[in-house]
């Protein structure tokens, strides 16, 4: 599967932010002390909803600017044949908004941040045996 030269530099962008966002919430997981888990979960929402966006770039399919994964979900699953359920991303929603800002949200534990960890890298291997390999070459 390839692509053209512009749209592969637009889906190594994609995929770059996305692995920037699981690798900070990777890392924060292994805080001993006072990790930040609003955080990881807020990295593990946008690795995700990166991903599915590099996803619908693939697709050529426009995408509003939204943090809603169950509506780039359901944009790209009927055109790519995604293996994902809309239960397999809708958990991760809440935390583009509970995760960035104050106000009155149960909070986050431990167990709840390695749980969004795990969704987000479910969401990443759906997704990447559905990009060309050349959007991966160059990359670490």
Known sequence: MNGPPEVIAELRRWIEKAEADL?????????????PFDVVCFHSQQCAEKYLKALLVQL?????KTHDLVVLFNLARDK???ILRV?????????SIE????????????IEAGSAVTMAGKVRAA???LLPAQ???DQT
């Open 99 to 110: 995760a960035r800002y104050p106000g009155e949200w149960e909070p986050i534990d431990g």
């Open 135 to 137: 959007a991966f070459e």
């Open 23 to 35: 690798r900070t919430a990777e890392y924060l997981l292994t805080m001993k002390e006072r990790c």
């Open 87 to 95: 239960e397999d991303v809708q958990p991760l929603n809440r935390y």
């Open 127 to 129: 997704v990447r045996p």
């Open 60 to 64: 050529d399919s426009e995408f509003p």
């Open 80 to 82: 790519a044949g995604l």
